[in-house]
């Protein structure tokens, strides 16, 4: 079973589009990751919530705009993306923020159009 | 900041062989060490870690080793079977600061049956 879930698992939009990508998790975690990845790459890091709070921004375009309405919960939201944003979403979750063991999530396969 | 470097980034052996998969990095503050697998479509998973103040981990046929002098940790696979087939993973992070995991580039490792 998946302990992080994700949704949508696939997600095609235009250039004008606003969309959400959303993650959440039941184990009780209280940090919370944004990844991106290209194919055939490793995982790059976006953002990071600590106790609900944003503790790290890896200098990632406006266009995304992350969102942790509570300790279970993480929103990426989407707009104006550019065709080169198309990659594979990836949230994750620890028990902390610190050097803990990171559960990922399936992932959102993005495509702009 | 800290740079990790993995090698080989494809390995191909026969069913029943070992997997040695390399990595070193740079900054000595590092102390958490993680290794990724990631099936084709799926999402990365933790299979072992090790921490500095340890050398060596073993987890049934997965084995991590950690040489902090030589700033290298190495992930041993024994008796491969084809479902070890995968992209593995490995990163290092920081004991304070930012806590940001750095990945290796992966290594893509085929188990022939």
């Known amino acids: 079973d998946t302990e992080v879930t994700q949704t949508p698992k696939h997600l095609v939009m235009g250039m004008t589009n606003k969309k959400s990508l959303k993650c959440e998790q039941h184990?009780?975690?209280?940090?919370m990751y944004w990844y991106k990845q290209k194919a055939k790459k490793p995982p790059e890091l976006m953002f990071v919530y600590s106790y609900e709070k944003l503790s790290i921004n890896e200098s990632v375009p406006s266009r995304f705009s992350p969102e942790c309405p509570n300790s279970s919960l993480l929103n990426l939201h989407l707009h104006a993306l550019q065709p080169e944003d198309s990659a594979l979403y990836l949230c994750?979750?620890?028990?902390?923020?610190?050097?803990?063991?990171?559960?990922f999530g399936d992932g959102t396969r993005l495509s702009i159009l | 900041g800290e740079n990790v470097e993995q090698h080989p980034s494809t390995l191909s052996v026969q069913e029943g062989d070992s997997a040695v998969i390399k990595c070193t990095y740079s900054d000595s503050a590092s102390n958490y060490f993680p290794w990724y697998k990631q099936e084709l479509g799926k999402r990365p998973q933790l299979i072992i870690d090790?921490?500095?103040?340890?050398g060596e981990k073993k987890d049934q046929r997965i084995a991590v080793t950690l040489n902090k002098t030589a700033k290298h940790f190495s992930l041993h696979i024994t008796e491969t079977q084809p479902e070890d087939s995968a992209v593995y993973f490995c990163?290092?992070?920081?004991?304070?600061?930012?806590?940001?995991?750095?990945f290796g580039r992966g290594t893509s490792l085929i188990v022939h049956p």
């Open positions: 994750a979750s620890s028990q902390k923020f610190g050097n803990q063991p990171q559960h």
């Open positions: 990163a290092a992070s920081p004991s304070g600061g930012s806590y940001i995991p750095t």
């Open positions: 184990m009780g975690h209280r940090a």
């Open positions: 090790i921490r500095s103040n340890v």
